[in-house]
Antibody
């Protein structure tokens, strides 16, 4: 059974770097799926941050105001998200999800999410 | 980015039919996916590629997509269907979500 599990620091200070990981069990991240990060500010809707394909091909939301970095660690079977210089606007639940590709494919499996609060 | 418009809320009586719309420019030319999100839970895929239902989703869920509007329909609504619903499309290699619709069961 495939499972996704996000983990992160919980609380981050403004201007610091946020790093989140998504551990995948029951499926190799080096196989056919892409892996996405999606966030949801408290009381608001879903925002796609970006996706990474197994050959380290990445595609990010062009609406993001700051660059993000995604990476794969095949040895740990996990996906990482790095967001620099966080602000209060980055406070959200962060989800990882998998999808087979773009155009035709949904996010068919999601992790339970990890809450990140940006505050001094 | 590609904009998707959903009503903020929809109310329906128990046992009746609920319809949730998702508007977008020529959205009928795209494949639309729908997610259900209950409080404090992750979203769950309920419809993919316009009108396909995952095997774990009850038969009462259906959807259509044409022109500038996609519609999620829930037949014989149950109390457990009360949730937020989001539509999603890909525009090139960018994913867009609608703002979400809160379904209230009366």
């Amino acid at each position: 059974q495939v499972q996704l599990q996000e983990s992160g620091p919980g609380l981050v200070k403004p201007s610091e770097t946020l790093t989140l990981t998504c551990g995948v069990s029951g499926y190799s991240i080096s196989s056919d799926y892409s892996w996405a990060w999606i966030r949801q500010p408290p009381g608001k809707g879903l925002e796609w941050i970006g996706s990474i394909y197994h050959r380290e091909t990445t595609y990010y939301n062009p609406s993001l105001t700051r660059p993000v970095t995604m990476s794969l660690d095949a040895s740990k079977n996990q996906v990482s998200l790095r967001l620099n210089s966080v602000t209060a606007a980055d406070t959200a639940v962060y989800y990882c999800a998998r999808h087979l590709g773009v155009q035709w494919f949904p996010f068919d499996m999601w992790g339970q999410g990890t809450m990140v609060i940006v505050s001094s | 980015s590609y904009e998707l418009t959903q009503p903020l809320s929809v109310s329906v009586a128990l046992g009746q039919t609920a319809s949730i719309t998702c508007g977008g420019d020529n959205i009928g030319n795209k494949k639309v996916h729908w997610y259900q999100q209950k409080p404090a839970q992750a979203p769950v895929l309920v419809i993919y590629r316009d009108d396909n239902r995952p095997s774990a989703i009850p038969e009462g869920f259906s959807a259509s997509n044409s022109g500038n509007k996609a519609t999620l329909t829930i037949n014989r609504v149950q109390a457990g269907d009360e949730a937020d619903y989001y539509c999603h499309v890909w525009d090139g290699r960018t994913a867009s979500f609608g703002g979400g619709t809160k379904l209230t069961v009366l």
